[in-house]
């Protein structure tokens, strides 16, 4: 079985249509806060894993785990049990880990790491900046 990562970005907003089409809202690379403990309301991760040429496992494991910039654990999920279709070659799975009011405790960059079956798939950073200075 091989699996790798498709799609692995923090964004406001994750919504799938009735055709299953999805549409992701503003996707970020850094955020600003006012104060620390920041905390921001519309926050998710969303992830996208292809499997190919599974014979074995019936389900996989999905977790996220979110760390700051001197490396403590800030945020990690409940593991997200996904089921595999059996004898299909290909297949995507999508994960959304809502991060909504976890909080930031202070500036500096963040690491997301998607886990599967207990193994790291794929990071992400997103770095956490004080507030933007007015327009000139």
Known sequence: MQIKSKLF?????????????????????????EDFHAMHDLLKYVSNIE????KKIASIGIQLKLTGPDDELVFESPIQEAEIVPNMSVQIIGSVF?????PFPQ??????????????????????????????
């Open 98 to 102: 809502d991060i909504q009011m976890v």
């Open 51 to 54: 499997i190919k040429n599974n």
């Open 107 to 136: 500036r500096g960059q963040y690491t997301a790491t998607l886990y599967v079956n207990g193994k790291e798939l794929e990071t992400h950073n997103v770095q956490l900046r004080g507030p933007l200075p007015p327009e000139a």
């Open 9 to 33: 970005v923090l964004c406001e907003k994750y919504t799938v249509d009735e055709r299953q089409r999805p549409s992701i809202i503003n996707i970020y690379d850094s955020i600003s806060a």
